[in-house]
């Protein structure tokens, strides 16, 4: 059997180091959630920059070296490391000329504590800003959202086979447009008069994909209209405007491991990932705090008719797309995920 495909982050979340994390647009999920109902770990991350933002000259030009030495999981650091930088940003202390201040932040983790430290220059050495975080709270913080309750509409269904899809919706929530990646091509929908309507083919450089072993997907790029196509051995950069070109280079991307999905119950963001299962078996999405380990319990869970092959998250995190292999039917079918209030 072919292996079974992982989900990915957005290419604006994962490529979050040095220079280029230093001036990234503040994503999509700080606007649609207020900086009073973050979770405790953005508290702790805005709680940092305020200190390295008292210790910083107003005038210098920084950057930033981040170290994970406890190996907090990639999406909780990476939430970390946005809402520090988007407090930074806030009260101005990151500029947008050539560095001359390097900020080392790093993560250490005690038995009770998680330990953030930034080390910030000074003309008589250095200044560090530390702030601790209790691990009970990030359990209680957790606890705090049992009520979520995932979601599924399914939107497309085929019988050959889907590497990966993404939905567009339009500013007032209506459906736009759906990119498909098949084996061979790229197919671009439209929704329109209640159905989705092909309005474009982009052939794939290299003839056919074979899916046997294939990992890959299509990962929306945020406050844009671009996407990052992943394909065994290639990348490729298209969009969701009609007749827009498919430009591909060699490059071997790995996946990440899910997905975030922002909640208007409780106006946060949370980790989406599907289950450890196999290709002969159903599978699950489950939602995760991600702020806490990977082995934490889940807050919700939604069972599906077969493996998942791919994730992606909409503009602004307000739904992801999930394609599932249907066991029963054999076919390949795109569902829209969203998170409910429960009672």
């Known amino acids: 059997m072919f292996a079974k495909q992982n989900s990915f982050l957005p290419r604006s979340l994962r ?11 503040t994503v999509a999920f700080f606007f649609l959630f207020p900086r009073a109902q973050a979770g405790v770990l953005e508290d702790a991350a805005q709680a940092l920059a305020r200190k390295v933002a008292t210790v910083t000259p107003r005038t210098a030009a920084v950057t930033f070296l981040w170290t994970n030495n406890a190996g907090l999981p990639d999406g909780q650091w990476e939430a970390f490391q ?18 001359n201040v390097q900020v080392r932040v790093a993560f250490a983790l005690t ?11 000074a003309a008589d050495g250095e ?20 009520s979520l309750i995932l979601q599924q509409e399914l939107i497309w269904r085929q ?39 092909l309005r474009d083919v982009r052939t794939l450089p290299g003839g056919e994909v074979r899916l046997r072993g294939a990992r890959g997907g299509i990962i929306p ?5 671009s996407v990052r196509v992943v394909l065994p051995g ?14 591909c280079r060699a490059e071997n991307a790995s996946p990440g491991e899910g997905v975030l999905l922002g909640s208007a119950c409780d106006r946060r963001v949370w980790w989406l990932k599907s289950g450890a299962g196999d290709w002969t078996e159903t599978d699950q999405l489950v939602l995760r705090n991600p702020s806490l380990e990977k082995a934490s319990p889940s807050i919700s869970e939604l069972d599906v008719a077969g493996p998942v092959v791919s994730l992606s998250a909409e503009e602004g995190f307000r739904a992801a797309a999930a394609v599932v292999f249907n ?3 054999g076919n390949y079918e795109v569902y829209r995920i969203t998170l409910a209030c429960g009672n």
Do not use: N
């Open 327 to 329: 066991l029963s039917t």
């Open 15 to 25: 490529v979050l180091r040095y220079r280029r994390f230093l001036f990234f647009p």
């Open 111 to 121: 038995p009770a504590h998680f330990v953030f430290t930034a080390s910030v220059p």
């Open 127 to 146: 200044r560090a800003c530390i702030v601790t975080l209790s691990r009970s709270a990030l359990a209680a913080d957790s606890l705090r959202a049992a």
């Open 234 to 247: 290639q990348v490729c950069e298209t969009a969701f405007a009609e007749k827009s070109k498919l430009a």
């Open 82 to 99: 946005q809402a520090f930088m988007d407090e930074l940003e806030i009260r101005g202390t990151v500029t947008r000329t050539d560095p």
């Open 159 to 197: 019988p050959e086979p889907i590497l990966g899809a993404a939905e567009k919706t339009s500013t007032s929530g209506q459906r736009d447009a759906m990119l498909v990646l098949k084996q061979d091509a790229i197919t671009l929908y439209r929704f329109e008069k209640d159905q989705w309507i």
């Open 221 to 225: 790029e945020q406050h844009s209209d």
